[in-house]
């Protein structure tokens, strides 16, 4: 969540949040990326409105506008 608010007008890409979370020395697949965003997801989102966060299809996560 930390990523995404310093780059909140930004795009993350999936390449870049793996490798800034779990750093480059350390294989871990995109699923385990899908998980973490799950969780934040949860602990971020009020019920009933749209999720915070916002998955870029084929690209990665960014902050949906007007949420921060």
Known sequence: MELLLRNKHQTLTREVLLE????FDVEV????LDALVKLVR???????KPSIIKNVR???????????
């Open 42 to 48: 949860k602990k971020v989102n009020l019920p009933g």
């Open 58 to 68: 084929g690209v990665g996560y960014t902050l949906r506008e007007g949420h921060v």
């Open 20 to 23: 800034r979370i779990w750093g």
């Open 29 to 32: 697949t995109e699923n385990a």
